[in-house]
C-alpha cells in the first residue's frame, strides 16, 4: 500500500500565480486533511473533509480551496499565491467518521512549495 | 486562548538513557492526546494514542502518560537509540471530523 501520496513534493510560484495540489489515499478512509508547517508554527490545519461530499475550514483557511474529489482524493487550490503561503504542505487521511473516531491519522511526505 | 507547549529547545541525551519529552497545555478538554515522530523531510508518523481515562500507555520502549489535571502529558522513550533521533510532536482532539491540533515539537537528539 502507498498510504497518502502527494504530487508534486517540490514546487516555485510566482506571485499570483495559481496551483492545486494533489493528494490520494488508498487506505479507505473518510477524512482527509491539509495542513501547512512553518518553522516555530507547527502544523496548522487549513481545511479538512470528515467524509466524501463534506469540507469545512480549519484554523489558516484564507487564500486556499479544497475539493474532495472522491474518497480517495483531496486537493488544495491556491488560487493567486502570495509570498507569505511559502510553506510545507502535509495532507493526511484518518479512518472512522465523527468526534468518537480517534484514529491516528496517516501523512504524506509534503509538497514544498516556495512562492517568489 | 488555547495554546499547545513543547519544548522548543533540542533535548541532547547519550544512548542508553530515557528520554522524557513534555507536552502541556491550556484552555482544552481534549478526549485524547497523540503523539507523532517527523524525520527532517518526512511527514509525521503515528506512534501512540491515549485517552482522558487513560493514565498510561505503553507501547515496546515508549510510554505516554497523561494527566487531565495537570493538563500536560510526558512521552518517554527508554534505552533511547541513535535511531531514536527525530522531533516528536504532541496532539490533542480538538472536535469535528476527527480534528487535531499539533504542538510546535520537541527535537531528540541521541548521542553515541
Known amino acids: 500500500n502507498a498510504g497518502v501520496t502527494q504530487t508534486p513534493k517540490f514546487q516555485v510560484l510566482k506571485t499570483g500565480q495559481s496551483m492545486t495540489l494533489q493528494c490520494a489515499q488508498d487506505?479507505?478512509?473518510?477524512?482527509m486533511y491539509w495542513y501547512r508547517q512553518d518553522p516555530g508554527m507547527g502544523l496548522r490545519l487549513i481545511y479538512y473533509?470528515?467524509?466524501?461530499?463534506?469540507?469545512d475550514k480549519g484554523e489558516v483557511p484564507n487564500g486556499y480551496n479544497v475539493s474532495r474529489l472522491n474518497k480517495r482524493e483531496f486537493s488544495l487550490r491556491l488560487e493567486s499565491a502570495a509570498p507569505s503561503q511559502t510553506s510545507v504542505y502535509f495532507c493526511?487521511?484518518?479512518?472512522?467518521?465523527?468526534?468518537?473516531?480517534?484514529?491516528?491519522?496517516?501523512f504524506g511526505d509534503g509538497t514544498r512549495l516556495s512562492i517568489l | 486562548s488555547q495554546k499547545i507547549e513543547q519544548n522548543s529547545e533540542a533535548l541532547n541525551i547519550q544512548e542508553g538513557k530515557t528520554a522524557t519529552l513534555t507536552c502541556n497545555y491550556t484552555n482544552y478538554s481534549p478526549a485524547y492526546l497523540q503523539w507523532y515522530r517527523q524525520d527532517p523531510g518526512r511527514g509525521p508518523v503515528f506512534l501512540l494514542l491515549i485517552r482522558e481515562n487513560e493514565k498510561e500507555k505503553r507501547k515496546e520502549r515508549l510510554k505516554v502518560t497523561f494527566d487531565t489535571t495537570l493538563k500536560q502529558s510526558l512521552f518517554h522513550i527508554t534505552a533511547s537509540q541513535p535511531a531514536d533521533s527525530a522531533t516528536y510532536l504532541c496532539?490533542?482532539?480538538?472536535?469535528?471530523?476527527?480534528?487535531?491540533?499539533f504542538g510546535t515539537g520537541t527535537q531528540l537528539k541521541v548521542e553515541l
Open positions: 493526511a487521511s484518518s479512518g472512522g467518521q465523527g468526534d468518537s473516531s480517534n484514529q491516528p491519522q496517516h
Open positions: 496532539a490533542l482532539f480538538t472536535g469535528g471530523g476527527n480534528k487535531l491540533t
Open positions: 487506505m479507505n478512509h473518510n477524512s
Open positions: 473533509s470528515a467524509s466524501e461530499g463534506t469540507t
